[in-house]
T-cell receptor, first 115, second 114 residues
């Protein structure tokens, strides 16, 4: 299958700082990218959906000013956690989808720890 | 709105035994259904998907699932469990269009006893 690369795989940051997570589709053009958050031993919660060149659509309850999503090209989307706090510590996973009705491929996830 | 319900947060079977992970869905339109597997601290890998073709879907690693509209179910099975099958399994649903978001169930942790 296609490859989606997420970077970094792990990051530790201080409370109050911002962290950027990258999601890249390595061998296909990602028309749509999704960002998920996963709490320990819990399911994936969809945070937002982004289409290349458009503003992201956030799910209810997700603060768009805190979780900034940029999908500037067909191979790259970024999630920036602004002014991070310990409660933002979580596992963040992106997925990318190409053409109509194609499969969405997942990145390997990013473990964010805010101290 | 779409949703999936996975019955049983933890399933334990003996090596070589049948694996059955249950999933029921709710959707107002014909759904696309998926099963994903997640190993610790990793992303998700697609096991199989139903996209309105054959109701019995075969996936990777010997897994299969059957779409039953009358029961709104999409249970995952494997005839003989292997130790390497121990992982977290997620059932998921989407509306099927290219921009549709995927909604995940709560997950079932599968443990394999030697």
């Amino acid at each position: 299958g296609a490859v989606v690369s997420q970077h970094p795989s792990r990051v530790i940051c201080k409370s109050g700082t911002s962290v950027k997570i990258e999601c890249r589709s390595l061998d296909f053009q990602a028309t749509t990218m999704f960002w998920y958050r996963q709490f320990p031993k819990k399911s994936l919660m969809l945070m937002a959906t982004s289409n290349e060149g458009s503003k992201a659509t956030y799910e209810q309850g997700v603060e768009k000013d805190k979780f900034l999503i940029n999908h500037a090209s067909l191979t790259l989307s970024t999630l920036t956690v602004t002014s991070a706090h310990p409660e933002d510590s979580s596992f963040y996973i992106c997925s990318a989808r190409g053409d109509v009705n194609t499969e969405a491929f997942f990145g390997q996830g990013t473990r964010l720890t805010v101290v | 709105a779409q949703s999936v319900t996975q019955l049983g947060s933890h399933v334990s079977v003996s090596e070589g035994a049948l694996v059955l992970l249950r999933c029921n869905y709710s959707s107002s339109v014909p759904p696309y259904l998926f099963w994903y597997v997640q190993y610790p601290n990793q992303g998700l890998q697609l096991l199989l998907k139903y996209t309105s073709a054959a109701t019995l879907v075969k996936g990777i690693n010997g897994f299969e699932a059957e779409f039953k509209k009358s029961e709104t179910s999409f249970h995952l099975t494997k005839p003989s469990a292997h130790m390497s099958d121990a992982a977290e399994y997620f059932c998921a649903v989407s509306e099927g269009s290219s921009a549709s978001k995927i909604i995940f169930g709560s997950g079932t942790r599968l443990s394999i006893r030697p």
